[in-house]
């Protein structure tokens, strides 16, 4: 029952992030879920969302000062830009990553993907910076 129950909230939580664009946070994944399941709590929340992360469904994307977002896996070239001023994520898609240079990685490590976040300003800060 239990195992049931965890299924269809990690469900639920998946569903969220699967329909959102916008990178949400934990606690705004939270206010969303809690108008299908009205009695989840904000750790269940986090469980799912690391059971997410950990199935590769789900990534992680850490912003300096904000809380983790978390997005859908959507295909395997998807990455991130990341404004450092107002917090907004885009989406970069990229046909081929840029090569590492060799020596980059430990000895005898295998790369299987890589996840490219790019930090700067965006347009609009930049705008209202100037
Ligand atoms: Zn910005
Ligand atoms: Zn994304």
Redesign the pocket.
């Known amino acids: 029952m239990i195992m049931l129950r965890n299924t269809r909230q990690r469900q639920a939580v998946l569903q969220i992030l699967q329909r959102s664009r916008r ?1 949400p946070d934990a606690a705004s994944i939270y206010q969303e879920v809690r108008q299908q399941l009205p009695h989840i709590s904000l750790g269940t929340v986090y469980r799912a969302l690391d059971a997410l992360v950990k199935d590769g469904v789900a990534i992680t994307i850490e912003t300096a000062g904000q809380a983790t977002r978390y ?1 859908y896996r959507h295909g395997e070239h ?1 990455h ?1 830009a990341i404004c450092r001023h107002c917090g907004e ?1 885009f ?1 970069i898609q990229l046909d081929a990553l840029p090569e590492l240079p060799s020596g980059t990685l430990p000895a005898g490590f295998e790369a299987k993907t890589m996840q490219l976040e790019v930090h700067g300003i965006c347009a609009n800060c930049t705008t209202e910076l100037a």
């Open positions: 990178h997005d998807h991130h994520i989406d």
